[in-house]
Nanobody, 125 residues
Framework: QVQLVESGGGSVQAGGSLRLSCAAS????????MGWFRQAPGKEREFVAA????????YYANSVKVRFTISRDDALNTVYLQMNSLKPEDTAVYYC??????????????????WGKGSLVTVSS
């Protein structure tokens, strides 16, 4: 059974940093795009960042470019999201996501086959 467990969320002041981790278990995802989505109160879940199975191609939402960095460690079956210069508008539940199929991109919710339970990030002004 596949499980994705996020960690690293919390509360921080504007301008601060947090690092999210997502450890996958139940199967190996070295051939899958891994990424992060977020959902703020009253809003739809939105794409944040993704990293291709090769590790050499990354994708970011315009709102987080330059500030966030996604990375992966296939030996640990883990994906990370380093978040710097956080803003109050980054406040949301952040979800780890893995593509439904191998060797495919996953920058929209329809392409995601596996979800974590979410980790709350709160940024105060």
């Amino acid at each position: 059974q596949v499980q994705l467990v996020e960690s690293g969320g919390g509360s921080v002041q504007a301008g601060g940093s947090l690092r999210l981790s997502c450890a996958a278990s139940g199967r190996t995802f070295s051939s899958y795009t891994m990424g992060w989505f977020r959902q703020a109160p009253g809003k739809e879940r939105e794409f944040v960042a993704a990293i291709r199975w090769t590790g050499d191609r990354t994708y970011y939402a315009n709102s987080v470019k330059v500030r966030f960095t996604i990375s992966r460690d296939d030996a640990l079956n883990t994906v990370y999201l380093q978040m710097n210069s956080l803003k109050p508008e980054d406040t949301a539940v952040y979800y780890c996501a893995i593509a439904r199929e191998p060797w495919t991109e996953a920058t929209n919710t329809r392409a995601v086959g596996y979800w974590g339970k979410g980790s709350l990030v709160t940024v105060s002004s």
